[in-house]
């Protein structure tokens, strides 16, 4: 048979090979159905045999894939197992380290607090430092004159030389009226000092004062006011305002020792967000802005940031406090109000003080001052409370030479037995601060509670609590701040007695 046959029977195999040898064993060829069938059993076994071998081959290549496959995952399953176990050293060791990292955080933090809490506490103690000894040193000047003074006129008056006495006298009264603007500058600067505002037209009031200013600052002096026009009210405490621009005023005209202009205007302003976040203490809105400025030195940077400090003063030794400044700053504090300083050196300086906008209504003209020292008439009577000996011996002096009647107390106990005892009382003149646990305004409400109609007015060295919030008197407080003279007492009682209770 030829290569197609050959093939062909391989093809068939199995029963499509052996059909047509039987069917030649049939018909007498059986030599060549033998031989024919032996072929083909040859050729398909052959056949078989390779694709066997093939078989094998692929499978033995699928079991080297297969190995390898497996060899690699047992590699990726180590490998994996080792990151895993490397994974949880790391996650174990990052928590160790941020918990060790947040307690070296902790200590700096705590460290730094600790650090900035005593620089804190140093320049406290160096700020209290200055302001102590300067007050000492001012306190001691003025007591020098003062006890110096009461020295020599005891020496005149043994002496015989009674006629001598009247210039120490005023010598005395003079140290002892200085001690007292210096106690309201510190009480000014420390914002305790009680303020009376109202509503107030500053161009009239800055109107005013440049008047005195003219007379007072010298010929060298050039004054401009530039008012605005229809400038809106503020409601401040007149008197302080006037003191605020007379210590601008003076420092100005110190800064111009050979001569220059100084200038007062005043305008409408409004501070916006923006401004209002560049400085905590100002609230956006409408303010009036007063500003002072001269043609003088001038300031660097370093000496402008302390200009407002107590007792901090470019000024030669014994030529200035060093409270006027801090005095503005503390009253425009009190009053709600910013004030900020421009000044470069060899152009001069300008102060602005920014006073809030009043929306209410004007408050009844002040009466034109009367003859002051009027004294009590018809038996009036007035209960004297106060702790401190001297004042109140002082007091009771007074208001006897005037004609009154006097009670006095040392605490408010005392006061509420004689309250009981006396059928008229006619004004309760108190210290604000008592002992025993009783305050002069609580006095005063059980006083009103007790007398109907019984007038009231207060003293203190400085504003408290009871009687004072925000800087502001409480309405219808009366008050007689200390030290206070004859006739401040003398005119005080009097205008509490005429007026309503």
Not at 113 to 131: D, I, T, Y
Not at 444 to 450: K, L
Request: a negative charge.
């Amino acid at each position: 048979m030829g290569a197609d046959g050959n093939a062909a029977l391989v093809l068939l195999g199995g029963e499509a090979a052996s059909a047509p040898l039987q069917e030649l064993d049939r018909i007498g060829f059986p030599l060549l159905a033998a031989l024919l069938h032996a072929e083909s059993t040859a050729i398909v076994s052959a056949g078989l045999a390779a694709e066997a071998r093939n078989a094998l081959a692929r499978a033995a290549s699928l079991a080297s894939a297969l190995d390898a496959a497996r060899s690699e995952l047992a590699r990726s399953l180590a490998e994996a197992d080792r990151l895993n176990r490397a994974l949880r050293e790391l996650n174990t060791t990052l928590e160790e380290r941020v918990a060790e990292r947040t307690r070296q955080l902790e200590a700096e933090m705590a460290q730094r607090r600790e650090v900035e809490a005593a620089l804190a506490q140093a320049q406290k103690m160096e700020a209290l430092g200055h302001l102590t000894g300067g007050v000492a040193h001012d306190f001691n000047n003025l007591l020098t004159g003062v006890s110096g003074s009461l020295a020599l006129m005891r020496r005149r008056i043994e002496q015989g030389r009674v006629g001598e006495i009247g210039r120490y006298i005023d010598t005395a009264a003079a140290a002892a009226g200085r001690a007292a603007v210096l106690t309201h500058r510190l009480l000014a600067f420390s914002r305790r000092q009680p303020l009376e505002p109202k509503p107030v037209d500053l161009n009239r009031l800055v109107a005013g004062i440049t008047e005195l200013l003219h007379r007072s600052l010298g010929e060298t002096i050039e004054l401009e006011g530039v008012l605005a026009a229809r400038l809106w009210r503020v409601e401040v405490d007149a008197g302080q305002m006037e003191n605020a621009l007379l210590n601008l005023a003076v420092n100005a005209r110190d800064a111009m020792p050979d001569g220059g202009k100084l200038t007062i205007e005043t305008r409408n302003t409004y501070l916006d967000e923006a401004y209002a976040k560049a400085f905590s203490e100002v609230r956006p809105g409408q303010y009036i802005e007063v500003s002072v400025s001269d043609t003088g030195y001038g300031m660097p940077p370093e000496v402008a940031d302390r200009v407002f400090e107590p007792f901090f003063t470019t000024k030669p030794i014994g030529q200035g406090t060093g409270l006027g400044l801090s005095q503005v700053y503390g009253f425009v504090k009190q009053s709600s109000g910013h004030v900020r300083i421009y000044s470069e050196v060899g152009r001069g300086t300008t102060i602005k003080v920014y006073l809030p906008r009043f929306h209410g209504e004007d408050a009844p003209e002040d009466t034109p001052d009367r003859q002051a020292a009027l004294g009590g008439s018809a038996g009036e009577t007035v209960l004297v409370v106060e702790d401190e000996a001297v004042v109140r011996a002082f007091s009771c002096e007074v208001l006897r030479e005037l004609g009154y009647q006097v009670l006095e107390a040392g605490d408010a106990e005392a006061a509420l037995r004689l309250l009981a005892q006396e059928e008229r009382v006619d004004l309760l003149f108190t210290d604000v601060v008592l002992p025993g646990g009783r305050t002069g305004r609580e006095l005063a409400e059980e006083a009103v509670r007790r007398v109907p109609g019984i007038k009231v007015l207060y003293t203190t060295g400085y504003a408290r609590n009871a009687i004072v919030h925000h800087g502001r008197l409480d309405p219808g407080v009366r008050l007689l701040t200390k030290p206070f003279t004859f006739e401040d007492l003398a005119t005080q009682v009097r205008d509490a007695l005429d007026g309503s209770a």
